[in-house]
């Protein structure tokens, strides 16, 4: 019987399409239909096994095809450029796997709070931020799960994330793979939208767009937009970010925005970076003094003849004075020599010549010539009985005396080692003195600037600032950050705990805030055992134990700096701080 195609069926609606989404459900009909059919089946027993293969095949063709027709419709809309963000672990408990939410606050009630505004859809309306920032969302813009318009009012919910107690409260993802580099982002401000009527999620519209223009407290012109995808969890780039700077001309004395550093902070890291080759240089001049040391000559000591071939011969001892206590001596030819005969001592030699031999000041070399025949052998000084008793008696004189001058060497190599250890300490200790110097003075004049900034106007509002502006076709959350990679001036190994006697803690995340940037470097995993940092500048950190924030202070990081292997000692957030302002104060921000 031919097969029949039916190509001409009428058009599905979406209210169909909508109630046969559940994947699942799809599956498991698929699965009792095709059992049900093979049961059915004259031959389902003798086939039994064949039969269930087929099921099973059938299943995971129509698994594998849904599941790419799914996910290929999908489209984010925002841009083609992905980044793939590190995912949360996944925490196993009874063998069951519970995946985190990929935004996770690591305290609920630190949360960044969201601010609630209404606008209605057929008007649309500009929403003015507390931060200044606005939000301009266009007419009839909305539509709910099934692709309605929207009628009536609508519930926008908006908050923003601008320094590094945000993010951290926030539980919002900061890094990001690429080509196999962690990064870690520095961020210039980011926003969290999305809406609601009734209670319900709404959606934006195909082909609108909100506007937002987020004032920004970074003026610099190195940042990105990105889009956070949270179902494929990954940071979408959308563009280069383009700032507009702040046009309100700020007070002609607002030295703060013009301030460098004082010549006592220049001063301070030019001492600090000289130190290291002042102490290469005070090894240099040890070392050479050191080695200038005379090194004693140890005598040899007599050997007493043991019958070997000899060779009585007269020694110029100037030439070798080592020889001087084998004065009567006569030559052993030694047992290395495989070319001696007894007809050596039957020649009669032109010259005999005595020199230095393989193992100086042990044995000698003496080459024998007669017309075009030369001889050479290895020969070794020995004494008769009466000749050697007298010769040992004035070799261990001699090394009595070669004794002690070796121990006298060796104290003032001891000597100059232990100064050059001193001076060297020293200078490291000058360093520890002058970063911890470095430190308080950035401090103070950090201070300085904060302080002529607020005489100036009592606010926030006249830092340098600028306005990002974002086109929003999809509600989530936005950012414009700027990708940086750990630090890499010093690294430390870490373990952590409440005191010095307590069991160590384990934490899940943590966070090092590097002052002076809006940057937060995120660990997890192995990593939070080992932690990076530039030398000079100001850090702190906050860890997260079992949903507890604990916290280690700016003055606690610079005292470890320098150190390889060190045990925190965390202090536990209190438990009155119930908001992000508290947190802010806690880390030092």
């Known amino acids: 019987m031919e097969p029949k195609f039916n190509l001409d069926r009428p058009k599905v609606s979406d209210d169909e399409i909508n109630k046969h989404k559940d994947f699942n459900n799809l599956v498991k009909q698929f699965k009792e239909q095709s059992i049900q059919k093979a049961r059915s089946d004259v031959n389902f027993l003798k086939n039994k096994k064949a039969t269930y293969a087929t099921v099973i095949a059938g299943i995971a063709v129509i698994c594998t095809v849904t599941y790419f027709t799914v996910f290929k419709n999908q489209n984010t809309k925002i841009a083609n450029d992905k980044t793939t963000t590190l995912k949360e672990n996944k925490v196993t408990e009874n063998k069951t796997t519970v995946k985190k939410p990929f935004v996770a606050p690591p305290a609920k009630k630190l949360n960044v709070p969201y601010s609630t505004y209404k606008v209605n859809t057929s008007k649309g309306g500009e929403i003015a931020h507390h931060t200044k920032s606005k939000i301009k969302v266009p007419q009839n813009a909305f539509v709910n799960k099934a692709g309605q318009d929207i009628i009536g009012d609508v519930e ?216 075009n025949r030369v001889e050479k052998l290895v020969v070794y000084p020995v004494l008769s009985e009466d000749d050697y008793e007298t010769a040992i008696a004035g070799y261990e004189k001699k090394f009595t005396e070669y004794n002690k001058l070796v121990e006298k060497k060796e104290a003032e190599e001891l000597k100059l080692k232990q100064e050059m250890e001193a001076k060297q300490k020293a200078y490291m200790e000058e360093q520890k003195k002058l970063s911890a110097e470095l430190v308080k003075e950035r401090i103070r004049f950090q201070q300085q600037q904060e302080a002529l900034l607020a005489s100036q106007a009592g606010s926030l509002n006249n830092i340098q600032k600028a306005t990002r502006i974002f086109q929003v076709s999809n509600f989530g959350i936005y950012n414009s950050d700027c990708p940086k990679t750990l630090p890499t001036g010093a690294d430390i190994n870490v373990s952590y705990a409440l005191n010095e006697n307590s069991a160590l803690l384990s934490p899940r995340l943590v966070y090092v805030i590097e002052h002076g940037k809006n940057q937060v470097y995120t660990y997890d995993g192995a990593t939070i055992y080992n932690l990076k940092y530039n030398p000079g500048t100001e850090y702190s950190l906050c860890a997260v134990v079992n949903g507890q924030l604990y916290v280690y202070s700016k003055e606690q990081f610079s005292a470890i700096a320098g150190e390889k292997k060190k045990k925190l000692i965390l202090t536990p957030l209190p438990e009155h701080i119930s908001d992000v302002a508290d947190l802010r104060k806690a880390l030092e921000i």
């Open 156 to 371: 926008i919910q908006y908050r923003e994330m601008h320094d590094q107690a945000d993010i951290i409260a926030s539980g919002i993802p900061m890094t990001y793979d690429s080509a196999g580099t962690k990064y870690h982002f520095e961020s210039a401000g980011m926003f969290d939208i999305k809406a609601s009527q009734n209670g319900e999620q709404v959606f934006l519209k195909h082909g609108k767009q909100i506007t937002v223009d987020m004032i920004s407290r970074q003026a610099a012109d190195s940042y990105n937009q990105y889009y956070l995808d949270t179902v494929a969890q990954n940071w979408v780039v959308i563009k280069h970010d383009t700032p507009i700077a702040d046009k309100r001309k700020p007070p002609e004395n607002n030295s703060a925005q013009k301030a460098q550093e004082p010549k006592q902070i220049v001063n301070l890291e030019k001492k600090i970076e000289h130190i290291p080759v002042q102490v290469d240089s005070v090894k240099t001049v040890y070392t050479k003094k050191i080695n200038k040391l005379p090194a004693p000559s140890q005598p040899n000591k007599p050997a007493k003849a043991s019958g070997k071939p000899q060779f009585e011969l007269e020694v110029d001892y100037k030439e070798f004075p080592e020889l001087s206590a084998f004065k009567n001596a006569v030559f052993e030819v030694g047992a290395e020599n495989k070319n001696y005969t007894k007809e050596l001592h039957q020649i009669t030699w032109n010259s005999a010549v005595v020199s230095e031999g393989p193992q100086k000041g042990k044995n000698y070399l003496l080459t024998l010539k007669s017309r």
